[in-house]
């Protein structure tokens, strides 16, 4: 079973998007927001991005 993708159409943030267009694949489509043939990552590679949020 593959994991799940998650585009840069699914987030608004730019350092975000930039992070996955630099890090993800080309995929066929976004289990989130089923934009096709777009940049894509597990969203898990996004963890450390959240959890050094300087919100905390």
């Not at 593959?2 to 694949?25: P, S, T, V």
């Not at 080309?26 to 898990?44: G, M, N, R, V, W």
Request: hydrophobic share 30%; net charge negative.
């Amino acid at each position: 079973m593959r994991a799940y993708l998650c585009c840069m159409n699914c987030f608004n943030d730019i350092y975000l998007k930039k992070f996955i267009q630099d890090n993800g694949e080309l995929a066929d489509k976004c289990d989130f927001c089923s934009s096709e043939q777009s940049i894509c990552l597990e969203p898990s590679s996004l963890l450390e991005k959240f959890c050094n949020s300087p919100l905390k």
